[in-house]
């Protein structure tokens, strides 16, 4: 069939004897028949729906990998959700053991620098190396005992909130209802003498005190002076900013420790108010607590032990180069 409607175009003829095409002689009309042309038209429709077929079949194997790559993506981001979600807690666990966790703040009695319901970052990691606790610093301390005896656990009635409330008190996301911690200012440290006389100021190792971030209207003793007082080594002495309102170290005189704070107590420092975000803010240490003397509990003693030492030791040196020389 395609051989005659070529050989009709280009006006060639064909030779005798073939089964498949007519003789077509040079004066003779070359127009195709009428089913010539209908068979023609049937095998380029053919010829282009089999082309169809191909495209068509090409397209829907692609859309159906893509759905196929799409369902196992879905399942794989379910299967990898809990993972996910366990390595998160995990590291909110480790962070709240280690390094860093959050306190909200429930009184009055560090205002103003801290106000009821903020939150603050409590730093835990350097007291594992060995850090102490020093003047100025606002800090977290467990509860060194009656100091909050009558203050009822702030726990909710309802036990799937108590639930709620456990579990990220556990991970570090809110405070522990059942950990009973408080957070003041230190003021003296252990080998200190502290006292605060009628108004005031406080003084530490015989040096006033300026202490602007007192709440205003407060005076330095509040309505408890105090003092003097040596703090034990390994204990801290503490007050809160509202000096009117805050039961710190003043208060708990005639219980064991005179008042003082063991350190091992303290589970850190807050260094900034984290939440809200109006009151985002650093907690730096006071400038009053740089003063020159106010870390003169026994300021001399190491110089001294060093220069006893090296006096003894100058006869063995001179002993030792003469032997060498």
Not at 146 to 155: F, I, K, R, V, Y
Not at 246 to 260: A, E, I, N, V
């Amino acid at each position: 069939m395609g051989d005659l409607v070529i050989g009709a175009r280009s006006g060639a003829g064909e030779p005798e004897g073939s089964g498949s095409s007519r003789t077509v002689r040079s004066d003779e009309s070359a127009e195709p028949s009428d089913s010539t042309e209908d068979s023609a038209g049937q095998s380029a429709e053919e010829s282009d729906a089999g082309d169809r077929d191909v495209l068509g079949g090409g397209a829907g194997e692609d859309d159906s990998a893509e759905r196929s790559g799409k369902d196992r993506k879905q399942r794989s981001f379910w299967k990898e959700l809990p993972i996910l979600v366990g390595i998160a807690l995990i590291l909110a666990l480790v962070i709240k053991t280690f390094f860093v966790q959050a306190f909200s703040i429930p009184s009055e009695s560090m205002q103003n620098t801290l106000q009821v319901g903020d939150r603050v970052l409590v730093d835990k990691l350097t007291p594992w190396f060995g850090a102490e606790p020093e003047r100025g610093e606002v800090v977290v301390f467990h509860d060194p005992g009656g100091w909050l005896n009558d203050e009822p656990a702030a726990q909710s009635s309802n036990s799937f909130v108590r639930g709620v409330q456990d579990v990220l008190s556990f991970i570090g996301l809110m405070p522990s209802a059942n950990e009973k911690d408080l957070i003041k200012r230190v003021i003296a440290v252990g080998g200190d003498t502290v006292e605060c006389a009628d108004d005031g100021p406080v003084k530490v190792n015989g040096i006033a005190l300026n202490e602007p971030y007192i709440f205003p209207g407060n005076t330095p003793c509040g309505t408890k002076p105090f003092g003097p007082v040596k703090v034990p080594d390994g204990r801290l002495w503490v007050m809160g900013d509202h000096r009117a309102d805050s039961l710190d170290s003043r208060f708990h005189m005639d219980q064991p420790g005179g008042g003082t704070v063991p350190v091992d107590d303290v589970v850190g420092r807050a260094f900034v108010v984290a939440w809200p975000l109006d009151r985002w803010a650093t907690l730096p240490v006071p400038s009053t607590f740089d003063q020159k003397g106010l870390a003169a509990a026994m300021p001399y003693l190491p110089p001294v032990a060093g220069a006893v030492g090296a006096v003894g030791l100058l006869p063995l040196a001179r002993r030792l180069g003469k032997k060498e020389s």
